[in-house]
């Protein structure tokens, strides 16, 4: 019936060291996720990033055929830059 309290069966007592250990495990594994979480998002944003400039390259180039080759430069070098860039921030969580 709708409004029942269901009696649910009491755990055994846990040694205090063991249930410290267990939160120990439980903190990491957050810490962990969290780490995974934020190298994910800015892997993402860097992926973007670099589609939008490729993207812009092939408009500019469409338009300035003349410096093609100045215009792949300059993007090769600001997805070089991103590249690093999250390198360096993986690196710095790990």
Do not use: C, W
Not at 45 to 61: D, F, R
Request: net charge neutral; proline share 3%; no cysteine.
């Amino acid at each position: 019936m709708s409004g029942e309290l269901i009696r649910r069966q009491a755990s055994k007592p846990m040694p205090a060291r063991t249930q410290r250990v267990i939160n120990n495990v439980s903190n990491e594994t957050y810490v962990e996720r969290a780490v995974i979480h934020a190298k994910a998002v800015v892997a993402e944003q860097a992926l973007n990033e670099v589609a939008y400039l490729t993207a812009l390259k092939n408009q500019l180039e469409t338009a300035h055929p003349d410096a093609s080759e100045s215009i792949a430069f300059i993007v090769a070098t600001a997805v070089q830059g991103i590249a690093q860039s999250v390198g360096n921030f993986a690196r710095g969580l790990d």
